[in-house]
């Protein structure tokens, strides 16, 4: 069975603070899909990436990095210099090959940006 | 190119009465995905649609729930006989066909909340 674990529920940083996000996931499956999601207090689903479990290399995308690693089951999310447009859920979710293309969710972390 | 279209954004329903949650996939988006996002909680999978096909249910609730996606027109999430339970934001994705199973991110519509009173 699949399963994420965001363990930081709430995360309060002051502005161009960097901010690191936990993911922790379980998976009997060899091929796996990680993928972070952004919910504004609009409450939309903004996708920010997804990376393949045969793809441990980190990835930068602005001020947005990612930390796959297949020895501690963890895909981290760190946002540098953040800004009070970072504020948001942010939520961890993986998909196994053989599942359909079923999302399972942690349960989210809330980031609040003091300027 | 319009993304995922639900509606209503906002439904408020009264205890007893029946709610319904309309989603327009991508275009030329065949697979669609409901999701329901309770208060202080993740998403969690509720049911997997292709045209005019139930693929994976395995997470909508026995009674009461039911969903389709018709040839035409879009996939309906139907809630009968609502309770203060079901109050909630449902989200419904989309992806094309064709693709690996677990390869794609799935395209999200800006979700319907729905109240009961």
């Known amino acids: 069975a699949q399963k994420v674990t965001q363990a930081q529920t709430e995360i309060s940083v002051v502005e161009k603070e960097d901010v690191t996000l936990d993911c922790v996931y379980e998976?009997?499956?060899?091929?796996?899909?990680l993928f972070w999601y952004k919910q504004p207090p609009s409450g939309e689903l903004v996708f920010l990436i997804r990376r393949n479990s045969f793809d441990e290399q980190n990835e930068i995308s602005g001020r947005y990095s990612w930390n796959f690693q297949k020895s501690t089951s963890s895909f981290n999310f760190t946002i540098t210099a953040s800004q009070v447009v970072d504020s948001a859920v942010y939520f961890c979710?993986?998909?196994?090959?053989?599942?359909?293309?079923?999302?399972?969710f942690g349960k989210g972390n809330q980031v609040v940006v003091i300027p | 190119n319009a993304g995922v279209m639900q509606n209503p954004r906002h439904l408020v329903r009264r205890r007893g009465q029946e709610a319904r949650l309309r989603c327009s996939p991508m275009?030329?988006?065949?697979?669609v995905y409901w999701y329901r996002q309770l208060p202080e909680e993740g998403l969690k999978f509720m049911v997997y649609l292709q045209k005019e096909n139930i693929i994976d249910e395995s997470g909508m609730p026995k009674e009461r729930f039911s969903a389709e996606f018709p040839k035409e027109g879009p996939s309906i999430l139907r809630i009968q006989q609502v309770v203060r339970g079901d109050s909630a934001a449902y989200f419904c994705a989309s992806s094309p066909p064709g693709v690996l199973t677990g390869s794609t991110e799935a395209f999200f519509g800006q979700g319907t909340r729905l109240t009961v009173v």
């Open positions: 998976t009997r499956d060899t091929t796996y899909y």
């Open positions: 275009k030329g988006h065949s697979h």
């Open positions: 979710a993986l998909s196994e090959a053989r599942g359909n293309n079923r999302l399972a």
